[in-house]
């Protein structure tokens, strides 16, 4: 029963393409959000949506974009990839209101781009 | 807006030393307190948290955490490290009235030699 999770777990490739990385929660949760982990292991939001809102991390370039078809799901979309663009990707979800706000992460996306 | 800091970057142990990882953070209101591990090549995952009554928190595998307002501070202890608690901490603060987005430290790396 994994509560978050996100598809692919690893994924190489090259400079230019399009790429989608998909993530769902069977928590019930009211927001989701994407975090990026760079290799000094810094921890970086990105986006972070419910139903209400998107909040944009305003250093997040456009060619990153978030798309939630449903309250479970928050995919993220990649457009012109760099090589700097190469990380590991964190979906997450939470419940605003319960826990405070305690966040779950899913296992993690490992992007290399060449 | 909320920060975090987390003051020690690198710390190496020896089996069965005690642990204590500094947590700082910057808010004047109430705050939900948290600190996440992760271990090589995997996800984060939470380790304690603190909403509010007794600021001595227990978590899990013998880790504590203590809440002293006064010092804005959210302290990790072990008594005891084991080599299997190698893995990177991140302290996290979410906030009542502030931003709910869960606003993460830069972690320390902990490495416990046999």
């Known amino acids: 029963d994994t509560a978050v999770s996100q598809t692919p777990k690893y994924l190489v490739t090259q400079m230019g393409n399009d790429k989608s990385i998909k993530c769902e929660q069977n928590l019930g949760h009211d927001t989701m959000y994407w975090y990026k982990q760079d290799s000094k292991k810094f921890l970086k939001i990105m986006f972070s949506?419910?139903?209400?809102?998107?909040?944009i991390n305003e250093t997040v370039p456009n060619r990153f974009s978030p798309k939630s078809p449903d309250k479970a799901h928050l995919n993220l979309h990649i457009n012109s990839l760099e090589l700097g663009d190469s990380a590991v990707y964190f979906c997450?979800?939470?419940?605003?209101?319960?826990?405070?706000?305690?966040?779950?992460f899913g296992e993690g996306s490992w992007l290399t781009v060449v | 807006a909320q920060s975090v800091s987390q003051h020690n970057h690198h710390v190496i142990l020896s089996e069965a030393a005690s642990l204590e990882l500094g947590c700082n953070y910057s808010y004047g209101g109430t705050v939900n307190l948290f600190w996440y591990v992760q271990y090589p090549g995997q996800h984060l995952q939470l380790l304690l948290k603190y909403f509010s009554g007794d600021p001595l928190v227990k978590g899990i595998k013998g880790f504590e955490a203590e809440f002293i307002k006064s010092k804005f501070s959210f302290n990790l202890r072990k008594p005891s490290v084991q080599w299997s608690d190698t893995a990177e901490y991140f302290c996290?603060?979410?906030?009542?009235?502030?931003?709910?987005?869960?606003?993460f430290g830069r972690g320390t790396s902990l490495i416990v030699h046999p």
């Open positions: 949506y419910n139903n209400k809102e998107l909040i």
């Open positions: 996290a603060v979410t906030t009542s009235g502030g931003s709910y987005i869960p606003t």
């Open positions: 997450a979800s939470s419940h605003r209101e319960r826990s405070g706000n305690t966040i779950y």
